[in-house]
């Protein structure tokens, strides 16, 4: 089998760990590791970044190269002494504006979705709940690709190579189509009608399932 050039997968089995993270290192690398033990790494060029404010949250949105693939990564925080006030799950379906998806696997914080669409290609998704106030999210793989991470996220086991590298993708990058690969949805309507951050009231939990 071909090795893969542009997104090389590793995994380690370290029994001291708690949950896997997302780390966005530098303008080059993504990656999913536990403390320090690199489990799943894709290099690429950083080509955009955005900033979004709503009220009470704000959104980091990085969008990297890899062999002419572009991968969308968002970092979402609330502000201070606001928390998400809904599930991951409801989260996501309130982020991508979609009622079409499925949970696919999870293991600690990290969850794979597939959200589907009736007019678009389906959304390979990768979401850490980094903690009641903040969300990691990758997404813009292949199916080839999604399926070989959750394997090794399942199984334990190093994969090293695979039959299909990501697809060739000749787009020109510019602010006007960045539409059609950052395809979250953040608007007023998140903080304003779903609520999708607030204050908490007490001192349960808050939303983190």
């Not at 993504?30 to 290099?43: A, D, M, P, R, W």
């Not at 080509?47 to 704000?58: D, E, F, G, H, R």
């Not at 991470?149 to 086991?157: C, M």
């Amino acid at each position: 089998m071909k090795i893969l050039s542009s997104l090389i997968i590793f995994l380690f089995l370290n029994a001291c760990a708690m949950t896997p993270q997302i780390n966005q290192i530098g303008d080059t690398e993504l990656n999913i590791s536990y403390k320090g033990t690199t489990l799943v790494s894709g290099l690429g060029k950083r080509v955009y970044t955005n900033k979004i404010q709503l009220s009470n949250i704000n959104i980091y949105q990085t969008i990297y190269q890899i062999n002419n693939h572009y991968l969308s990564y968002e970092y979402a925080r609330a502000s201070s002494g606001y928390k998400f006030t809904k599930g991951v799950k409801r989260s996501v379906s309130i982020i991508f504006d979609t009622n079409a998806y499925d949970l696919e696997y999870r293991r600690g914080n990290i969850y794979l979705f597939i959200l589907h669409s009736k007019s678009a290609n389906p959304i390979y998704l990768i979401v850490e709940n980094v903690n009641s106030s903040a969300l990691k999210l990758v997404y813009g793989f292949n199916k080839t690709n999604y399926e070989a991470i959750k394997k090794a996220l399942r199984e334990n086991k190093a994969i090293t190579n695979t039959n299909s590298a990501y697809k060739k993708d000749t787009t020109t990058l510019t602010a006007k189509n960045t539409s059609n690969i950052i395809r979250s949805r953040w608007t007023p309507k998140i903080i304003i009608m779903d609520q999708l951050v607030s204050k908490p009231i007490g001192r349960g939990p808050i939303g983190r399932r």
